[in-house]
């Protein structure tokens, strides 16, 4: 298997413009043209105020092949009521007007500010140009096209071989706030020319979703705007993939690695970040429970600005531990490490463990929180960053 920067993949064109939806001079407008016969699987957000685009593009899906993803920055168009939703279904046939489709062939995704909607004149100019733009080569553009608060691009491929074929994988994906897993988190586009089946690439959408975007999370706020994107087009060689062979199960460890290598993207670009945590708890009862209290310590405002300060206030990994929503814990059972050094055995402080060794562990960009719980055998893995004073600073100053 081979991972580069990032490959075009057959059956799908991409252009990314500059339309001026919110600010001028910069790429604010993406349309992916996706080959016929391709066939699309997505997750949404779980937010009750999901946002115009979202449910557009859920009605659309469930009626029709898409034939265009259309993504604007600037504007979420989130809890902007009725008139958000013409807006978002005028922009659906603005595209199909240009590209000569029809309008519930358009799946739209937004993203930026909640409770305004975007100008449509924006999209009067830039859809034009978007389409006029098409390349098989315009996934770079892309990339920063879909960026809000991020810092910079995320864009991964992977090119793996199954019977003598070449299959190619690639995607990109946005966010820096408001990260918090609740189906799958930001927006994510991942396509590959391999041959899927529709009920395959649909199993495989959530469960892949499931183990990256899933399990990061920033600052514990959801969005109204999340949504995955799986495409298959169907263009390579290789016979179709329809059940979980083991030449499939290759393909999809290929769409594992790009789906948690862009999940972890955004943990590492997230807003004021300085230190990516890697939070994974054992010997859970379920992997529930294991999930639960990884995101409880992941989520701890006091736990990620103690990663931020390098401080390590190892008691305020115990105390996330001991307020995780589960059934059951026995403390006297609970070990926990912070890289390689032990700070807690069996409930209490580790007769190893010293300050100074726990300072060391805790100044590295990378930090690795591994809990065992005593109860079980099952094991989850959250991905989370540091708090530092940034994160308060753009998120202060984000509307202006």
Known sequence: MEQLSWLPVPGIRVAAVKAEIK??????????????????????????????????????????????????????????????????????????????????????????????????????????????????HGWGKASEGIMTTDTRPKITSRRVEIDGEAITITGISKGAGMIKPNMATMLGFIATDAKISQSLLEKWSSELANVSFNRITIDGDTSTNDC???????????????????????????????????????VRDGEGATKFVEVRVDQALTHDDARIVAETVAHSPLVKTALFASDPNWGRILAAVGRAPIAELDVNQVNIWIGDVQIVSRGGVANSYTEEQGANVMAASDIAIRIELGAGDASETVWTCDFSYDYVKINAEYRT
């Open 228 to 266: 995955c994107v799986l495409v298959a087009t169907g263009c390579g060689g290789h016979a179709e993939f329809d059940t979980e062979t083991a030449e499939a199960l290759v393909l999809k460890h290929a769409l594992e690695q790009v789906y948690v290598e862009l999940a972890q993207a955004i």
């Open 23 to 136: 600010k001028p001079n910069r790429r604010d407008l993406v349309v992916f043209e996706l080959a016929s016969g391709a066939r699309t699987a997505g997750v949404f957000t779980l937010n009750r105020f999901c946002a115009a685009p979202v449910q557009v593009t859920k009605k659309h899906l469930a009626s029709k092949s898409p034939k265009y993803l259309m993504i604007n920055t600037g504007y979420a168009n989130a809890g902007t009521g009725e008139l958000g939703m013409q807006d978002c279904l005028q922009s659906c046939e603005l595209l199909a007007q240009v590209a000569q489709c029809s309008a519930d062939e358009v799946l739209p995704f937004s993203t930026g500010v909640i409770g305004q909607r975007f100008p449509l004149a924006a999209f009067e100019r830039g859809l034009p140009d978007a389409i006029q733009s098409l390349d098989e």
